[in-house]
């Protein structure tokens, strides 16, 4: 059974940073692009950034590129996001999501973590 | 970057009716790649069509996508109480990726 375990939200003022993780199981996970989506509240959905099944590329949205940075540790199944200089519009509920068959499509999400950017 | 627009906001119908969403994009989709996700309160998305018709695993046949280009509707042909959700359409076929609005389908 896929399971994506999302940790590491927080309340956090802004400017600060914070070191998202996302525990995976139940996949071959050096195989399986990851991404991660946000969710403001009461919102929609917003792509933020993905990484390929070996680490080797990256992407972001406009609106994190420079300050956010997706990385992966294949040897723990593991998913990061490390988030520099938040501002109070990165406030959401932010979700792993595994990539199904090389495309930009998730067919299995975790619960999400809270990331709070208040003062 | 390619904008998805969906309508209506929010749509009010009752059990065992036929629900037509609609997702409409600013510019053609590649190969079709549009996918559409179903979402309850409190919990995650859940991927329900992809390729705009053909159905993730483990869902039922009531659901069914369509269209090619720009305009990609979800069919629900006989609403379950458990259909009543927001369900979010999303292009994949281009950089970057992007999701509709969403729509709200509530009971009657």
């Known amino acids: 059974e896929v399971q994506l375990l999302e940790s590491g939200g927080d309340l956090v003022q802004p400017g600060g940073s914070l070191r998202l993780s996302c525990a995976a199981s139940?996949?071959?996970?050096?195989?399986?692009?990851m991404t991660w989506v946000r969710q403001a509240p009461g919102k929609g959905l917003e792509w933020v950034s993905t990484?390929?099944?070996?680490?080797?590329?990256?992407y972001y949205a406009d609106s994190v590129k420079g300050r956010f940075s997706i990385s992966r540790d294949n040897s723990k199944n593991t998913l990061f996001l490390l988030m520099n200089n938040l501002r109070a519009e990165d406030t959401a509920l932010y979700y792993c999501?595994?990539?199904?068959?090389?495309?930009?499509?998730?067919?299995?999400w975790g619960q999400g973590t809270l990331v709070t950017v208040s003062s | 970057e390619i904008v998805l627009t969906q309508s209506p906001g929010t749509l009010s119908l009752s059990p065992g009716e036929r629900a037509t969403l609609s997702c409409r994009a600013s510019?053609?989709?590649?190969?079709?790649?549009l996918a559409w996700y179903q979402q309850k309160p409190g919990q995650a998305p859940r991927l329900l069509i992809y390729?705009?018709?053909s159905r993730a695993t483990g869902i039922p046949d009531r659901f069914s996508g369509s269209g090619s280009g720009t305009d990609f509707p979800l069919t629900i042909s006989r609403l379950e109480p458990e259909d009543f959700a927001v369900y979010y359409c999303?292009?994949?076929?281009?950089?970057?990726?992007?999701f509709g609005q969403g729509t709200r389908l509530e009971i009657k």
């Open positions: 999501a595994k990539g199904r068959g090389g495309f930009n499509l998730y067919d299995y």
């Open positions: 139940g996949f071959t996970f050096n195989t399986c692009a």
């Open positions: 990484i390929n099944g070996n680490g080797g590329n990256t």
């Open positions: 510019q053609s989709i590649y190969n079709n790649y």
């Open positions: 390729g705009a018709s």
């Open positions: 999303q292009q994949y076929g281009t950089s970057p990726i992007t």
